[in-house]
């Protein structure tokens, strides 16, 4: 059984900067992609960022490329997601998400190809 626990959330002033994480337990399968999405209140839910494992191959939505990093240690069965120069607009509860995948490929942002989810951890930026 796999279970995905997001943690590492919580309140930040524009510009800051906050790094939430992931930790997996059960076995995914290798390779597979690891992603991040978010969902705003009256939003759809939408990918952030992802990353092959192993490979460590990374995509980024444009909202976030240049901001935001996405990396993982397979030893530690933990992805992480650093956001940087934090806005307003980026208030949201961020889920992590896996697939069995060969590698994340160019549909890396839709959620429906994720089979496991995490249960979210609240991101608020306050201007």
């Known amino acids: 059984q796999v279970q995905l626990v997001e943690s590492g959330g919580g309140s930040v002033q524009a510009g800051g900067s906050l790094r939430i994480s992931c930790a997996v337990f059960g076995y995914i399968g290798s390779p597979n992609c690891m992603g991040w999405f978010r969902q705003a209140p009256g939003k759809e839910r939408e990918g952030v960022a992802a990353?092959?494992?192993?490979?460590?191959?990374?995509y980024y939505a444009d909202s976030a490329k240049g901001r935001f990093t996405i990396s993982t240690d397979n030893a530690k069965n933990t992805v992480w997601l650093q956001m940087d120069s934090l806005k307003p607009e980026d208030t949201a509860i961020y889920y992590c998400a896996a697939k069995r995948a060969h590698t994340c490929d160019i549909y890396w942002y839709d959620r429906v190809r994720y089979l496991y989810w995490g249960q979210g951890t609240q991101v608020t930026v306050s201007s």
């Open positions: 990353i092959n494992t192993p490979g460590r191959s990374t």
